[in-house]
């Protein structure tokens, strides 16, 4: 047989390699940054166009490229950032494996211009599909200037999974947040469609995190720097009053290289357990600088994990510190800290009386059951369901309530399925007999044993049906607010609310624009009965970010999906016994009690058998 095996053509592996390194345009955004950043450039300017489908554009005042490593800089391993494998464990620079340029070049059009300063005469290179269209000397500024058109031109695969603009633009907004906090000293501009989104002039870490995030954070920021032989850890870390719902503003960096690193990210929120409000997230921005031989930054191109050699005693320093700022701002009580690194102290919760406790906003007031007007799409449904809207009986009684639903207990043996439970009158059922189980579930006992209830996902349910009852209805009705609430996001979580202003607009939000990345909110959907519009609107933008159902046409729906999860009442909550009840209620009245609108589990039966068996 004929020898069959053959090298591949370097464009069609740098095309193969490209898939690596360029996912999406903000990976062509945070290469060229990059590249930028290691030529020294103190100033850099990103002009996007329809999200880096048209245009990405990377101007620097770096030290711009002779005309030979112009040429050379798109050949697949040309660097001039490494010369041997031991340069790996020194390096700072930001890239090293020459892969960027070849990727980019092998899948999109590129022009390149760059001079270096003592040059009268720049390098003008033309180069599209790995192929060379022009080189010439040009004149041009002095340092580059990338222009990366027809992104993914012969990926045609690769162009169908970009996401919405908003989306990708997103993407590329979270990259430059990124490299901006990482490098505050460096001016850095960011214009999508000729608007600017970002205006960065160099300065100081708190300067540059106030202009990425606004000025209410300013207050918020309570100073971190420790030194120690290991690793200098300096940044901010965010009050716990000013924590969010939402994640977006936790940042790591190491030697000036932003990473994730769920494992510190744990040192942190154990530094503020219990000086938290539920369910949200302090912000912090922590710059680690250590000796690069000490961490391995060798791994995958796109990923942004790193290993550090003393990963644990890291953890420690971190975490202690996190507690030592907290405690010399008054935040937890000082005891902690007599001892340096007393890490494991546990806080006692009385003591916050004594101390500058977080401010928590709490309605007493709110009742997150309270019913609204249910509405019409209760009535009609199927034959189950009552004809009118379930009026409140005497919630002493099992049985009234349930006649009232037209709903009976379940037969015994009978396990949740798709279909709506069908239930059953139980003889001797008193409300009494419902429970709440830590803070999260709800027991009840039904005839064949122990019905057990997730009291969020049945709120969400709930909240969910009135929702989309609003959507088909057409009856919008929002319920204004005395007083309106600006508020402002970052960058990137403001497109992704604009984005989806109209949908909850046509689910009650009176919600408008308000000047740059501000909001204001007029109004709140009448059937959700909200107390706290903005942080609904936060966590709704964290659910939505979350949410894999992306598809254009069920926009609406994840909208409303992640409105209801957002709005839900909160594990750990603890619910009165009518509020036990009406929840119990109002699950059953709903289309689908069985399955939260993301199609999880709500209830399900411990059958009588099974605690006869764990007895024996
Ligand atoms: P790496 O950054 O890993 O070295 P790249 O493919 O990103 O690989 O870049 C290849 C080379 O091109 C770099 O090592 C550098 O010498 C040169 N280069 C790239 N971008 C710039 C720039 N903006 N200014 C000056 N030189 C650059
Ligand atoms: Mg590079």
Known sequence: MADIIQLLPDSVAN???AGEVIQRPASVVKELVENAIDAGASQIKVNIKDAGRTLIQIIDNGCGMSDTDARMSFERHATSKIRSANDI???RTMGFRGEALASIAAIADVELRTREHDKELGTFIHISGSEIITQEPVSCDCGTNFQIKNLFFNVPARRKFLKSNPAELKHIINEIQRIALANPEI???LHHNGSAIYELTGSNKRVRIVSLFGKQINQNLIPIDTGTTLAKISGFIGQPKYSRKTFGEQFFFVNKRFMKHPFFHKAIMQAYEKILPPDSIPSYFIYFDLDPADIDVNIHPTKTEIKFENES????ILQASVREALGKFNIVPSIDFDQAGSVDIPMPLHSFDEVNVPEIKID??????ETKTPTKSYSGTTSNFSQKPFERADTSNWQSLYKGLGKDFPEPDEQPTDEPVQFKIEEQQTAKSSVQFKNKYILTPV???????DQKRAHERILYERLMAVLENHEVA???QLFPETFELNAADATILTSILTDLRALGFDI??????TFIINGTPGVLNTSGPVEIIESLLEEYKNSPVNLQEKARETVAISLAQASAIPYGHMLKPSEINELIDNLFACQTPNFSPKGKKILSIMPLDDFEKLLK
């Open 187 to 189: 001016s850095i501009s």
């Open 364 to 369: 007493p007031t709110y009742n997150p059951f």
């Open 89 to 91: 464990f020194a390096v």
């Open 15 to 17: 095309q193969i390699a």
């Open 447 to 453: 005839k064949s044993g122990l019905m057990v209830i």
């Open 313 to 316: 005693m890291i953890w420690q």
């Open 478 to 480: 929002s319920q204004q």
């Open 512 to 517: 408008r624009e308000f000047g740059k990345n």
